[in-house]
């Protein structure tokens, strides 16, 4: 009796042991369709589960027969949950994909970099400001462009004239002569061109504003050491578009804003104007405009041709006609004597024609043209000085773009034309040029796997006075999973020089010499970086992205200008080179309806001359960028903003001192129109409240370095309508 109590104990053992199942599945994530490494399931209510190994996979054990639900959890992905009855009358192995749950971007699509790539998706790493960010620095400097690229983390605006207010972008702490600003693709803000280009450029007709940091001559050849702007214009929609801004400043500013957008059936079309007036204003009753007088109109009527659903042709017309003057602020209203005669006028009038033509031969490739022809006339006139000239300039170009499921090639050419010729009124050499560049470039885009990408480069640029160019340039995209990826790249690049650089614009080109061709070469650089970019969901409303970059880029045959023991200034190329190295970090952090960004970019730029290495002057080497949001989505936006700028070393030996400027935005929202005040820099930091800006005598002022803001707390406010 007790052997058969023991074998039927032993049958009901071995029964128990045969009736436990396995379950096995693979976890991947639904977009990528890569394995996801630490995926759970788990049978609820039971200690019943597993987790997925690195290949996804996941092995539930010791399953009784029966029916049971799994839940399946990964952090920040949709949890799923599946009904299983067991024992299973299959072994094959099931794979379950998992919908992320961070929040989703619109996807917007980087044209810069030439591809038809979204930007998580190129492998160069990219920078836009787009939709309601675009909206917001617009409302808070409506008639240009300047604070819109100076709180962008590793970006600098620098002022080069204390009374006129004229600025140049610099990029990572090198000259502004080394950035390339773009429109639509085509470089229209160049050598003579570009000195007034950030104060003449209003935002509200731009879709976006892409920005391309380090050695990007591959792309869009010379001039782009430090890296290019590209602002991209809005196109037609199918919904029609027209919208206003009206804004009044307390320094007795006006800006008035128009834009026209729709799209009929073959023809659509682009209207913007816009007139913007300042009077001069003078904040710490130093006798000197620190926002001169000035009248600017602006059009851009731009036409669009459909012809079929393959081909597109745009034309597109710019202009921009200004008279701005600053100096002695008693001279500008009318008092003029002895005393009060010093002024710096500049007259301009930009005109420029842009065409494109894009047709596609098939689903996977076209051909695209492009067109534009520009005149620039500038006049600047001081007391005893006048300087002006005409810049012609044009740019054509052709490509091909080729986009398969592994690769994807762009190859072209481009022809740029460049002459200034000065207008002579004294006994002075005269500064003309007549440039002359040749492009080829051809780019190869390659999908290696599903989560690394690599893009490699070339161009081959010759220039009628300078030579040769050959220009590589390299980059790979690694998504590391879906929270953690990482660029690396780099390249190489030059600049033709001319004598308009910051530096020559600061004394208003005035005794500078023309550039002895013949002994002089042009500046090359060699650049690279690298970026990590991290994102996840902390909570259900908690979203956080951490970005950084480390960069270095050098400029071999700096061109800098000296004075001559003979009174005049010209340009020379000491032994040595320029080199910036640093970091910039962007985190945004996401709660319900408030966003916090907080930048810090560390640049430190040197120049090495006769091996003696020194500070690159006018370059804050430390940066930190706080802007924090709350928003009521289509009722109500605040921004509370602070940016620091550490001390900078001048021109003449000295140092600057640091600085917060602080701001306030709110914007009230209703259907059709929305009504917004700003209140920047309301600390009122000026440079004028801890330390000068000139020596000598109001009548024969010698300007020193501008390194802070000289306007100092200003209150702006207006309307916005949207009437489609």
Known sequence: MKKFIMLLFATFSITAVFSQNAFKVIIKDSETKEPLFG??????????????????????????????????????????????????????????????????????????????RSIENIPTRAEFIAGEELAEKGNMKPGDIRMMLNESTGIQTQQTSATSYNSSIRIQGLDGKYTQILKDGIPLYSGFSGGLSLLQIVPLDLKQVEVIKGATSTLYGGGAIAGLVNLISKTPKEKRELSFLLNVTSASGLDASGFYSQKFKNVGTTIFTSYNFGTPYDPAKTGLTAIPKFNRITINPKLFFYFNEMTVLNVGFNSTVEDRIGGDI???????????????????????????????????SKISLKNSLSYYDRTIKLPDFKFSGVQYSSFSEANYNFEGDKYEWVAGLNLW????????????????????????????????????????????????????????????????????????????????????????????????????VSNTKAEKSIGANLD????????????ITIN???????????????????GMYAFQQ???Y??????????????SNYKLFIGYT??????????????????????????????????????????????????????????????????????????????????????????IIYTGTITNPVFRDIYAPVDGFVINGGLKLKLW
Request: glycine residues 6%; neutral net charge.
């Open 574 to 576: 000491p032994k040595g």
């Open 602 to 691: 560390l640049a430190d730029v040197k120049q090495h001359y006769n091996n003696k290495t020194t500070a690159f002057p006018l370059v804050a080497r430390h940066r930190l960028n706080n802007v924090l949001m709350y928003e009521i989505e289509d009722k109500l936006k605040i921004g509370l903003e602070a940016y620091y700028f550490s001390s900078q070393k001048l021109n003449d030996g000295t140092t600057g001192k640091e600085y917060w400027i602080c701001g306030l935005m709110i914007e009230k929202l209703w259907d059709h129109f929305s009504l917004f005040i700003n209140f920047e820099n309301l600390l009122d930091a000026r440079q004028t409240k801890f330390d």
């Open 417 to 516: 034309t460049d002459k200034f010729s000065q207008i002579k009124t004294d006994t002075s050499k005269v500064v003309d040029y007549n440039h002359t560049t040749f492009g080829v470039f051809v780019q190869n885009t390659w999908n290696a796997t599903g989560n690394f990408t690599v893009e490699t480069g070339f161009r081959g640029d010759y220039q009628n006075e300078y030579g040769f160019f050959a220009l590589p340039r390299i980059s790979a995209l690694l998504k590391v999973n879906k929270k953690l990826t990482t660029r690396i790249g780099g390249g190489l690049g030059y600049k033709t020089p001319t004598v308009f650089t910051e530096d020559a614009e600061r004394i208003q080109f005035r005794n500078v010499l023309p550039i002895d």
């Open 548 to 566: 950084t970059l480390f960069f270095y880029t050098q400029v071999k045959n700096p061109l800098i200008l000296k004075s001559t023991i003979t």
């Open 39 to 116: 995926a759970t399931g788990v049978v609820p209510g039971t200690t019943i589960g597993a987790a997925s190994d690195i290949n996804g996979i996941i092995e539930i054990k010791n399953i009784p027969d029966g029916k049971y639900v799994i839940v399946f959890s990964f952090v920040g992905y949709k949890q799923i949950t599946g009904t299983y009855d067991f024992p299973m009358t299959t072994s094959e192995l099931q794979t379950i994909f998992m919908e992320s749950e961070t929040e989703e971007m619109e996807e917007v699509i980087i044209s810069s970099t030439r591809s038809t």
């Open 578 to 591: 320029i080199d910036t190295k640093g970091i910039e970090t962007n985190i945004k952090l996401t709660y």
């Open 532 to 543: 990590v970019n991290y994102n996840t969901q902390v909570t259900e409303k908690t979203f």
């Open 330 to 364: 008693e001279f500008i209203k009318g008092k003029i004597d002895s005393l009060h005669s010093y002024f710096e006028n500049n007259k301009t009038n930009r005109f420029s024609t842009q065409v494109g033509l894009d047709h596609k031969l098939n689903n996977i």
